[in-house]
């Protein structure tokens, strides 16, 4: 409180002392009173208190539940007549039976708190969370305000504690694409020349010269008297690489259609989720960045004019940005399936080149025999040149298109299959949205059941 109000205080009490008031002497005693617990709320309110927002789970799948915990702890003797926590959250995500505060400006939305925490009390509340859209979700900065009793002084704070959740993006069956059932992409493509597995021993036979010493059967020479090399099961390993273009068709006002851009995104994982499952060795392109706010992104500064720290500032940015693309190598383990998902919940808007030159750089990296698949909102004369020389070279190459309006089945030698356009995505994305009680129709229950991807 101002000085000013302490001065006229002591004047009431040196007035009423003088003038033998006592009402005065009471309200100029009762006012000071006042100023005092103010003063002293206002000091220590924010004094040993601890904030701590928690989620129950850092990656979620599309459609899943987390829990939101808030834990106030007033470590202290004074009490808290009142707490207001103002937690920024995802506007993108729903929080049952809360009505949030959305900011214009930032596009974010606010979830309010109100407590009276007691003397070294610890007050928790917990609210759910329904993740039903992709990507890297923020939660902070958080502002906490506190003050005295009578709402003449309040202080506040801003915690910068910035958690992320992670949400995968959607996987469905093939068949919500009305894909083929059996081979989607055509029939598999083997390699050139057949593999041997060494942990499948099938037989042995004679030894032959040049055999290495690793595949001598040391226990059937022993028995034979004669050396005998293992006989090894030859397999083959299928590889399907997926090309995503994250450019689908411009919209007047938000310069894209982020319904297909979803659209796109799912087909991805579906196609991935489908791969992996019945074997295929999977990769994954996108001409795009991945969104990774945890990590921060140091920029080169302007005003250094030194040449050297320039330089040595836009390596670093390069450096950021190329561990940032979509360059996912073919691989069949499950890591494989993590790495993809969490790719593509971290895809954002287009950053980089066309899928025509992401295709042109990574086209000497295929293997021999490789399924292509493309996912793409826009065809053009360039990709279907370059993606008929990947056919000529021996790859099976599918073209998945996602759009509102339909286009052939088959472009200068290539299939394509129209995945859909926004009434798809939300046909599919609306059975993650039926009310509490509802019962879908069949179609809806295979989608919400579909995802054979699990953390």
């Given amino acids: ?20 008031q006592p009402l005065l002497l009471v309200v100029a005693l ?30 979620v799948l599309f459609g899943e539940e987390v829990t939101l915990s808030f834990v106030v702890e007033n470590a202290k003797l004074l009490p808290l007549p009142w707490l207001e926590v103002e937690d920024t959250v995802p506007r993108a995500l729903a929080l049952q039976g809360r009505q949030l505060r959305i900011q214009a400006s930032t596009n974010r939305a606010v979830l309010e708190n109100l407590f009276s925490p007691r003397w070294y009390e610890r007050i928790t509340r917990r609210y759910t969370v329904t993740c039903n859209a992709r990507g890297v979700h923020t939660f902070g900065p958080t502002n906490i305000r506190s003050g005295d009793l009578f709402g003449f002084v309040e202080r ?59 595949r001598v059967h040391w226990k059937a020479t022993a028995r034979l008297m004669e050396l ?13 690489v997926t090309f995503l273009n994250v450019v689908t068709q411009l919209d007047i006002y938000y310069g894209i259609h982020p319904e297909l851009q979803e659209l796109s995104i799912c087909a991805a994982a579906s196609v991935a989720d489908w791969a992996l499952n ?17 990590l921060g992104m140091q920029l080169p500064e302007k005003q250094d004019q030194n040449a050297s720290n320039q330089e040595a500032a836009r390596e670093t940015l390069a450096e950021q940005l190329k561990r940032r693309r ?42 021999a025999g490789a399924t292509v698949v493309v996912i793409t909102g826009v065809i053009s004369d360039p990709l279907l040149d370059i993606l008929s020389r990947l056919k000529q070279a021996g790859h099976a190459v599918t073209i998945l298109m996602v759009g509102n309006q ?35 129709s069949e179609q809806q229950k295979e989608v919400v059941q579909a995802s054979s991807f699990h953390l």
């Fill in 1 to 20: 409180m101002s000085r000013r109000w302490y001065v006229a205080c002591a004047a009431l009490i040196l007035l009423g002392l003088l003038v033998r």
């Fill in 30 to 59: 009762l006012s000071l009173l006042v100023l005092l617990t103010a003063d002293i709320w206002a000091r220590y309110c924010l004094h040993d208190l601890r904030f701590a927002r928690k989620l129950s789970e850092s990656r």
């Fill in 156 to 214: 506040s704070e801003t915690l910068q504690d910035r958690q992320y959740l992670i949400v995968y993006p959607l996987v469905v069956p093939l068949s919500s694409f009305r894909l083929p059932a059996r081979y989607p992409f055509g029939d598999r493509r083997a390699p050139r020349r057949l593999l041997e597995d060494p942990s499948r021993v099938i037989g042995v036979r004679d030894y032959v010269y040049g055999d290495d010493l690793r």
């Fill in 228 to 240: 005998q090399s293992k006989v090894y099961e030859p397999t083959t390993t299928y590889t399907l």
């Fill in 278 to 294: 019945e074997g295929y060795a999977v990769g994954l392109y996108a001409n795009s960045i991945m969104y990774m706010p945890e």
């Fill in 326 to 367: 979509i360059l996912i190598p073919p691989a069949s383990n499950e890591e494989q399936r993590k790495r993809i998902m969490e790719a593509l919940a971290r895809v954002q808007g287009f950053f980089g080149s066309s899928i025509e030159d992401l295709i042109q750089q990574e086209r000497t990296h295929l293997p």
């Fill in 406 to 440: 339909p286009v052939a089945n088959r472009l200068a030698g290539i299939p394509v299959y129209h995945l859909g356009g926004e009434e798809t995505w939300q046909e599919i994305s609306a059975c993650y949205n039926l009310p509490e009680g509802a019962n879908g």
